[in-house]
């Protein structure tokens, strides 16, 4: 029978875990909000693409559609890619994928590269949304998970609200091509910053205290694994 520590009695969390803890919200907060601010960077420049590129509707729409389908059927893969190798080399690589391909987005100039940079942009973004759900499973005890998740989903609907303010104030101060360029290059760091920052439960030697914690309330349910 393992010997109960003081953090595992009294629920506190290990200092260890809660760096990690800080860590893995922190960038997690900062890619959802980076993540609608490209998400929204079409919608909102679209008009001047349009005229820019020369677009018709009909294209316009294709280019919205071939992000959601790509989207769409790279979930799949990703969650299975997450379960083998983690989310530091899955959401990393995702984030400097899609970034980059964001970033490409500025270049462009013909409408059959443009949609495959949308079709690379949704298969880059797909990994966010489980590797975040699986970052904080890993990390936080099950009392806390409701707290952590709230904080990861308020960073998409705050990147909803402030998305298209900020770009409309980055597409008339350096036009629309600038700021697709300049908000794939923050993407880039921030994938760059998760992979250095973030580390793999599975990977981390866990002390009693650090196992006991992760595992609290776990173990209290019937045919639980700890």
């Not at 629920?11 to 919200?25: E, H």
């Not at 983690?86 to 100039?109: D, E, H, K, Y």
């Not at 936080?140 to 998740?149: I, L, N, P, S, W």
Request: aromatic residues 10%; glycine residues 10%.
């Amino acid at each position: 029978m393992a010997i109960e520590t003081l953090a595992a009695r009294t629920g506190a969390t290990p200092l260890r875990i809660r760096r990690v803890q800080k860590i893995t919200l922190t960038l997690l907060f900062i890619a959802g909000i980076v993540n609608f601010l490209d998400r929204s960077s079409l919608s909102v420049a679209g008009e001047a693409i349009r005229a820019d590129l020369g677009l018709s509707a009909t294209e316009f729409g294709v280019l919205l559609s071939a992000f959601s389908l790509s989207y769409g059927f790279a979930q799949l893969p990703s969650g299975i890619l997450l379960d083998r190798l983690g989310p530091r080399i899955v959401l990393g690589a995702g984030l400097i994928f899609w970034s980059a391909m964001q970033a490409l987005t500025g270049m462009v100039n013909s409408f059959s590269h443009f949609i495959l940079l949308r079709i690379g942009l949704g298969i880059g973004e797909a990994p966010f949304m489980p590797a975040g759900v699986k970052s904080i499973n890993d990390w936080y005890a099950q009392r806390e998970r409701g707290t952590a998740v709230g904080i990861f989903n308020s960073s998409t609907v705050l990147g909803q609200a402030i998305a298209p303010p900020a770009l409309v104030i980055m597409q008339l101060a350096w036009g629309w091509r600038t700021m697709f360029v300049v908000i794939g290059l923050a993407g880039i760091v921030v994938g760059l910053c998760w992979y250095v920052g973030y580390r793999n439960r599975r990977l981390f030697t866990l002390q009693e205290e650090e196992q006991q914690y992760l595992a609290s309330e776990e173990a209290a349910r019937p045919g639980a694994e700890v």
